[in-house]
């Protein structure tokens, strides 16, 4: 019975340290938009994987890079860029799923004495699904992803780089897009 209380109480006093010494974990983002539109409308600009320019206001410009890759430019200081590859397309589900390949470091810090780049977002693993349907006469854009933060290590976390930063980086893109998009259908 001793040694059994022992171990519970090894395993107590170790286990907070366990707990703590992980790097990030998935979080996932998940934003709807009802818009007074057509789902056939909607998505006539949404399932356009080449023109999210048209529509997201923070997009400068989107090149294809081949069917299935394009190349975002992002309007803001310096022009990074995010590189996304279209996984799956389904025109008659108005549904797609693409994942960010690559994106620009936009700077450099030097944190716990090694470089940690700043990327366009501050995610990495992003996997996204877009989907459009019918509803009450009008269509329900769903925009969901999931990621990690792009500080891998464990923590201490720079500025910038945590769960919540990488949560709010998305829920912006998102709540950003889909509010412009609804302001452009409902004209």
């Known amino acids: ?19 703590s010494a992980h790097g990030p974990t998935r979080q996932t983002v998940k934003e709807t938009i009802f818009i007074n539109a057509a789902p056939a409308k909607v998505w006539s600009l949404v399932g356009d994987f080449k023109s999210i320019d048209k529509w997201h206001p923070a997009i400068a410009s ?7 890759e394009r190349k975002l430019t992002v309007k ?29 470091v936009v700077k450099t810090i030097t944190f716990n004495s090694k470089d940690t780049p700043y990327f366009t977002l501050p995610i990495n693993n992003y996997k996204s699904w877009l989907s459009v349907k019918a509803k009450d006469g009008g269509s329900e854009v769903t925009w969901k992803g999931k990621f990690y933060r792009s500080f891998l290590d464990n923590p201490p976390v720079p500025e910038g780089q945590s769960d919540s930063d990488a949560v709010a980086a998305v829920k912006g893109v998102y709540t950003s897009g889909l509010d412009n998009l609804k302001a452009m259908l409902e004209k």
């Open 1 to 19: 019975m001793k040694k059994l209380l022992q171990f519970f109480a090894v395993t107590l006093a170790v286990l907070p340290m366990v707990a």
């Open 62 to 68: 989107a090149e294809m890079l081949s069917d299935t």
């Open 76 to 104: 803001a200081d310096g022009n990074p860029t995010i590189t996304e590859k279209l996984e799956k397309l389904d025109n008659d589900k108005m549904m797609m799923i693409y994942k960010i390949e690559d994106m620009s």
